[in-house]
Nanobody, 129 residues
Framework: QLQLVESGGGLVQPGGSLRLSCAAS????????IGWFRQAPGKEREPVSS????????VYADSVRGRSTISVNTVKNTTYLLIDNVKPVDAAVYYC??????????????????????WGKGTQVTVSS
């Protein structure tokens, strides 16, 4: 059974760093696109970052570009999201999602939530001093 489990959420101080993990089971990450999304209370879900595990193609949303890194450990079958210089607006529930890589995936649509078939349950990130 394909499963995604996020971890690493919690309380982060403004200006600090945030490292989230998404452990996949039931399928190998190779051949998949993995996306990170977040949703703050009262707001719509928004994209954060995505990676094509096979090619290494990555894309970042404007909100985190320049201070975020997405990476994959295929041995551990886990995807990581690092956000530096954390801001209050980064507070949200963070979700990872997966979908088999398809030819129509590209840099322009890798951050579309509708492209992803499998979702984790999320991990809460709170930003406060």
């Amino acid at each position: 059974q394909l499963q995604l489990v996020e971890s690493g959420g919690g309380l982060v101080q403004p200006g600090g760093s945030l490292r989230l993990s998404c452990a996949a089971s039931g399928f190998p990450l190779d051949g998949y696109a993995i996306g990170w999304f977040r949703q703050a209370p009262g707001k719509e879900r928004e994209p954060v970052s995505s990676i094509n595990v096979s090619s290494g193609l990555v894309v970042y949303a404007d909100s985190v570009r320049g201070r975020s890194t997405i990476s994959v450990n295929t041995v551990k079958n886990t995807t990581y999201l690092l956000i530096d210089n954390v801001k209050p607006v980064d507070a949200a529930v963070y979700y990872c999602a997966a979908s088999p890589w398809r030819p129509e995936f590209n840099y322009a649509n890798m951050l579309f939530a509708s492209q992803y078939k499998y979702w984790g349950k999320g991990t809460q990130v709170t930003v406060s001093s």
